[in-house]
């Protein structure tokens, strides 16, 4: 396997809370999939839960390079062991495998990406 392309992205907890404040569900059901909004509902902290998210289809964005890939292409949720994990939908993932890093403080998310070319 080899790297084909790396991401980051930084988000404002701020920001991301605005927009949902704004535009509710409407924002809410464009960018996130049904179960990323299941599982950022269990989190006490909801909207860094969101941002992390947020930054972290950013950076898959930046990784792939594809201006086909759209935010419900993108799903990020968590492993067993609560790790963030990337699934790619709707067929887009040709042959790639992608990893994913979220971290957060109280304003600010940020992630990387990277994307494996399996072969």
């Not at 509710?24 to 839960?49: D, I, P």
């Amino acid at each position: 396997m080899s790297i084909v392309g790396t991401g980051v992205d930084i988000t404002e907890v701020r920001r991301l809370r605005q927009a949902v404040e704004r535009w509710g569900a409407q924002f809410l059901e464009r960018v996130f999939t049904g179960e990323e909004l299941k599982n950022a509902e269990k989190h006490a902290s909801f909207y860094q839960h969101l941002a992390g998210r947020f930054a972290a289809k950013e950076a898959v964005f930046k990784a792939f390079n594809d201006s086909s890939l759209t935010w419900k292409d993108v799903q990020i949720i968590n492993d067993a062991e609560g790790r963030p994990w990337c699934r790619i939908l709707n067929g887009k993932a040709a042959n790639k495998k992608v990893h994913v890093s979220i971290s957060h403080v109280k304003s600010y998310a940020v992630a990387n990406a990277f994307v494996e070319q399996e072969s």
